[in-house]
């Protein structure tokens, strides 16, 4: 798997076409043979939802949060950004991590950090040429990042809501960072979005 480090997938570009042209090139016939599989799962899951743990921290303290999927539906590609504002805690978002992610094995991933506006993104693209073979993400439940944070010696006590959901998007000029979940059929699935906390102690 290729992880990239604050840098996007493509330039100049919308990242939503991109997975989409892989994945109409790649996995057309895709659906049919999985429908069974996903019919079995679909009576163990209610909903697609994305959610992240609820922490609490000390001040002076580096730790992991951890952003889970819940998905029903089988997935080739998602890409989440979470906010991470407040008024009166400033956290320092550090680095995204995938070691024991649900989708690991995926052909890339990547993150990006934006300080000022307290955002934090990662996104997974199933394949990236017709010719490789790996399983997409079937239904199921389990952690896909760890998000890592540091609170400062000086930082302020208080709670941090980590928002995000169908409305939520990364800030950039030419890439649609944002909120999307995709099937290997290239179709957009919904997905709930629960939020978790960072208290500071």
């Not at 480090?5 to 493509?10: F, K, V």
């Not at 009576?43 to 609820?54: A, F, H, L, P, V």
């Not at 590609?77 to 550090?94: Q, W």
Request: proline share 6%; glycine share 6%.
């Amino acid at each position: 798997m290729h992880v990239l480090e604050n840098r996007g997938l493509i330039k100049g570009g919308r990242l939503k076409k991109t997975i989409v042209l892989i994945l109409v090139i790649s996995l057309s016939g895709f659906a049919l043979a999985q429908e069974e599989k996903k019919e079995i799962k679909k009576k163990e899951i209610k909903r697609n939802t994305c959610y992240t743990e609820s922490v609490e921290v000390e001040k002076g303290t580096s730790f992991p949060v951890k952003v889970f999927l819940n998905n029903l539906d089988t997935l080739a590609a998602f890409s989440v950004p979470i906010y991470y504002r407040s008024d009166t805690v400033d956290l320092k978002c550090d680095s995204v991590t995938f070691h024991g992610s649900r989708a690991e094995y995926f052909a890339m991933s990547f993150f990006k950090i934006e300080p000022v506006g307290k955002v934090a993104f990662f996104a997974f693209l199933w394949v990236t040429e017709p010719s490789q073979d790996a399983p997409p993400l079937d239904p199921g439940e389990g952690m896909v990042a760890d998000l890592w944070f540091t609170a400062p010696d000086d930082v302020k006590a208080g709670k941090v809501e980590l928002k995000s959901g169908p409305n939520a998007f990364f800030p950039h000029e030419y890439i649609d960072y944002s909120y999307e979940f995709t099937t290997p059929t290239a179709t957009e699935v919904d997905f709930d979005y629960v939020p978790g906390y960072i208290t500071v102690k």
